[in-house]
């Protein structure tokens, strides 16, 4: 039996990167997952690829700022799945490195409606449908190692992310009277398409092995290692006392 068997989940930007990490590893474990990606065509064959493998999966397009498209996707996982257990507030952006004097009002914006913004819209849409599943329910944010531990030329996604540390924190402390519970990946630099965004709009081998050389263990995180942390995280029976909890998946980077 699975560690989230007769579970289901909405995970956004489930179609690559982390989010894909998170769905693969959610299906193995007995969840159903509804992959809610701006991708429709992306998130439409991942589904299809996991269904021929036994799971249940279904895709739906979403943008984490129409709020009416993540209210749809809360709908269809209820009508397909029977429930709504677990939202993982994943979608977001990177951002290409920029100094302070060159960070415009218009990056900043960006960032944080799409990687802010767009996680409060995420879980706003997703309680009311966490309330009638009420014990066991979670919420699931992907924030980044950036907000534990800073770094230059990332002000924009930085600052955003440090907000979405703020809402889960905050949201934790809300829901737990309601045995909701509240999480927090924060991954460092990893083997997805969003690493070419960090390295200036271009990926080659020698921006992986410079990103991989500046954690200690000295490898890029990879969807799996994020999925893997995802599931703990979501299981009631390993993490059941566990809420405001922000779990580095870092290879070292913040200690």
Do not use: W
């Not at 979608?91 to 009002?105: E, K, N």
């Not at 409606?113 to 309680?127: K, P």
């Not at 200036?200 to 290692?225: H, N």
């Amino acid at each position: 039996m699975g560690r989230l068997e007769g579970m289901a989940a909405v995970v956004t930007g489930g179609a690559s990167g982390f989010g894909k990490g998170i769905v693969e590893a959610f299906v193995r474990e007995g969840a159903a997952a509804m992959i809610a990606d701006i991708d429709e065509a992306k998130a439409q064959s991942l589904a299809e690829t996991l269904r021929a493998d036994g799971a249940r999966a279904a895709a739906v397009r979403v943008d984490v700022l129409d709020r009416a498209s993540l209210e749809a996707a809360v709908e269809a996982c209820e009508a397909q799945f029977g429930a709504l257990d677990i939202m993982v507030a994943n979608a977001g952006i990177g951002q290409r490195p920029a100094a302070f004097l060159d960070t415009s009002t218009d990056v900043l914006r960006q960032h944080f409606e799409v990687n802010a913004i767009g996680a409060v819209n995420s879980c706003q849409t997703a309680i009311p449908a966490l309330r009638r599943r009420a014990e066991g329910a979670s919420i699931l944010i992907t924030v980044s190692g950036i907000a534990l531990l800073p770094r230059p030329q990332l002000y924009g996604y930085g600052m955003a992310k440090a907000a979405a540390l703020y809402l889960m924190k905050s949201l934790a402390q809300e829901l737990a009277p309601e045995r909701i519970r509240v999480n927090g990946l924060f991954p460092a630099i990893g083997d997805t398409p969003m690493l070419a965004e960090f390295a200036g709009g271009t990926r080659s081998e020698a921006d992986e092995r410079r990103f991989a050389e500046g954690l200690p263990l000295g490898r890029l995180i990879t969807p799996a290692d994020v999925g893997q942390a995802a599931v703990f995280l979501s299981s009631p029976a390993e993490a059941g006392a566990m809420t405001g909890c922000a779990l580095p998946v870092d290879a070292g980077r913040c200690l």
